[in-house]
């Protein structure tokens, strides 16, 4: 990777619907895609992303 702005777009709602009705209500979802926006200055580092979800709320975070 290079220094610079990165974004990564996760398609939440596709993969909870496939998951099945126990995981996500029927119809239009909540969250249908989570767009993860961060920079690099370091590209000799270490980048961990994590996302955690559910279909209705996500969190992120730099990991270690």
Known sequence: MHPG???WLFCV???FAAQGAAYAPAG???L???PIRF???DPESH???PLLCS???FSTYRGS
């Open 13 to 15: 709602g596709d993969y």
């Open 39 to 41: 920079g690099i200055d």
């Open 55 to 57: 279909p209705f709320s």
């Open 47 to 49: 980048y961990h992303v």
């Open 32 to 34: 249908g895609e989570v």
């Open 5 to 7: 702005k990165y974004e």
């Open 28 to 30: 239009t979802p909540f």
